[in-house]
């Protein structure tokens, strides 16, 4: 469990990491149990659905267009963020909404054009289980967010708290007068690394429990909003697509549940958690596109060799209608993926956020699919080839270069961000740290990596290699070797179409760029430094840090 102080005293609010395998699993494993309580039941107030759980948590669902319109628990109303409500999207518009009951569970059903939503409650539980079934792009987007009155919570999340004055990109990055900027899409987290997101004073918590995300894109390293605060209130998103820096194409179905979670002040329950919720209770309750337990399966791993051990490994399935993953074991690579809807997968095996082997897998209703041992065959994996010199490591990410992990949640012209520019020397000992992870065209075109060579390599050609993580407005790389011998302007490889470096994420399609160096390239004198350019080519992109860039993965010279 990992806690952001506020600096007052009792009131925190936390955002928990979990194994991946939790993180992706479906529905499986036990559930606390849940007993009758006084007071439950539903009631119709003309404009509303009133559900009362039974324990401290009453709210409200409009019955005209399906939006939470009140959410009171121990007689404090939380719904209410500038006026707005609760709902998916910025709301939808005139639906279809029914509500019944059977037997300790409450179900709410909203009809909107193709979309279907869902909202249900337990007997006695401070709890609303909410599903989205999205079969078509009529509706934009998908996400749903919990809008929260202001004040209730002090914020403890600076990075996402757009209270800043000033707009400095998109109507949606500020910044400050000291400088540090804020934005409400600096999460900090991928999709793997929470279960969930949310407030607490200490003595009550509010929270969202996110879903598995089987039918969300993107993959376990994808980053989107998570919550937000302002001077209105505050937002806790549930994202199911997001289009920013998007990888894959929008997957349709019934995603969840996800789950709006009211606590006295704690973490919401364990059980609550992606992986480890189990929802045999709504099998019957008709929910459009409801797959239960039995109906998935299972993918399993005996172990996977060839592994660099310094490094986490994830293994994930996708196909077009589903995605899960799992983390390998460390100590042999055993993996275990349960909770998949039945099909054909691509099963790929991720050194940090790099795929190092792909194959394929069936996943069959009620049974398991076990696998033997994965062996990654060591060409697979760049970080294995002989180089004379490497900046970073082959991860997939840009790990360990120059404000790498600020990139995650400020904008890079943040006060706090050490300045893009700056050469770097080989045998340094500072050569990642150095290297700028991302590279613009109007910003640090045209940095130089100092290197030597030994007589022997400077008589041979080489084959530089430059691995990218993603890139904004076609950006990728053009070097130049002691201003003498230059590269043809590469190709751009796939990537996503939207904001990237500036709001929080790296996360594109890996890619590396290959340029073969002649030997007439080198100076022949050993005690001299080689000098190696590298631009960034594009015609695309506008000025500044929305320029045509890139995020560097690695750079290495191969012997």
């Not at 993180?23 to 009631?43: I, N, Q, R």
């Not at 509010?206 to 969300?216: P, Q």
Request: proline fraction near 4%; hydrophobic fraction near 35%.
């Amino acid at each position: 469990m990992s806690g952001s102080p506020n600096g007052s005293l009792g009131r925190r609010t936390f955002v928990l990491g979990t194994a991946a395998a939790a993180g992706s699993a479906a529905l499986a494993g036990p559930l606390a149990g849940t007993a009758s309580a006084a007071g439950f039941g539903w009631s119709d107030d003309g404009s509303n659905y009133v559900v009362d759980t039974g324990a401290s948590l009453v709210f409200k669902v409009s019955k005209t267009n399906g939006d939470l319109t009140s959410l009171v628990y121990k007689g404090t109303e939380y719904q209410g963020y500038g006026g707005k409500n609760s709902h998916v999207e910025s709301g939808l518009g005139t639906s279809t909404v029914t509500v019944s009951q059977s037997g300790t569970t409450i179900l709410i059903s909203v009809t909107y054009g193709t979309l279907k939503h869902y909202y249900a409650a337990r007997s006695g539980e401070n709890n609303v289980y909410v599903w989205t079934n999205k079969a078509d792009s009529s509706v934009t987007a998908t996400r749903y967010i919990v809008r929260v009155k202001a004040g209730l919570f002090l914020n403890d999340e600076p990075d996402s708290y757009t209270y800043a004055p000033t707009v400095i990109e998109s109507a949606d990055v500020f910044k400050k007068s000291d400088g540090q900027t804020r934005a409400k899409h600096y999460s900090k987290l991928r999709v793997m690394d929470y279960s969930y997101i949310g407030w607490t004073t200490g003595s009550v918590g509010l929270w969202i429990v996110r879903s598995n995300h089987e039918k969300a894109s993107g993959g376990p390293f994808y980053r989107s909003l998570l919550r937000h605060q302002s001077t209105d209130g505050g937002g806790l998103y549930e994202i199911q697509y997001y289009g920013e820096n998007q990888t894959e194409s929008e997957r349709f179905g019934l995603q969840g549940p996800y789950v709006i979670a009211l606590t006295d002040g704690g973490t919401p329950s364990s059980s609550l958690y992606p992986g480890t919720l189990t929802t045999s209770w709504a099998d019957s309750l008709g929910i459009s596109g409801y797959v239960s337990a039995s109906g998935r399966g299972r993918v399993a791993g005996v172990g996977i060799t060839g592994r660099d051990t310094t490094y986490a490994y994830t293994v994930g399935l996708a196909n077009s209608a589903a995605q899960y993953w799992g983390s390998a074991r460390s100590s042999d690579g055993w993996f275990s993926i349960a909770g998949a809807l039945p099909g054909s997968y691509t099963l790929t095996v991720f050194k940090g956020e790099l795929a190092v082997y792909t194959t394929s897998v069936t996943v069959t209703a009620g049974g398991t699919t076990t696998l033997n041992t994965i062996a990654i065959p060591s060409s697979n994996d760049p970080s294995n080839a002989s180089a004379i010199w490497r900046i970073g490591d082959w991860t997939g990410s840009p790990s360990g270069f120059k404000n790498a992990d600020l990139m995650t949640y400020a904008h890079p012209s943040d006060v706090r961000a050490a300045a893009w520019t700056g050469n770097v020397v080989i045998g340094s000992g500072t050569e990642t740290s150095a290297f700028p992870c991302y590279l613009w065209k109007d910003v640090n075109s045209g940095i130089v990596v100092y290197f030597k060579l030994t007589a022997a390599q400077a008589a041979a050609a080489h084959t530089l290699r430059i691995g990218v993580t993603t890139a904004y407005a076609n950006g990728r790389p053009q070097v130049v070797v002691n201003d003498t011998w230059t590269s043809a302007v590469p190709s751009p490889p796939t990537q996503p179409s939207t904001r990237s470096l500036t709001v929080g994420s790296y996360r594109g399609n890996n890619y590396t760029f290959t340029y073969s160096v002649p030997a007439s390239a080198w100076l022949t004198d050993t005690s001299a430094y080689n000098t190696l350019r590298i631009y960034v080519a594009s015609g695309s992109g506008t000025t500044s840090y929305l320029s045509a860039g890139t995020s560097v993965d690695a750079i290495d010279l191969l012997a």
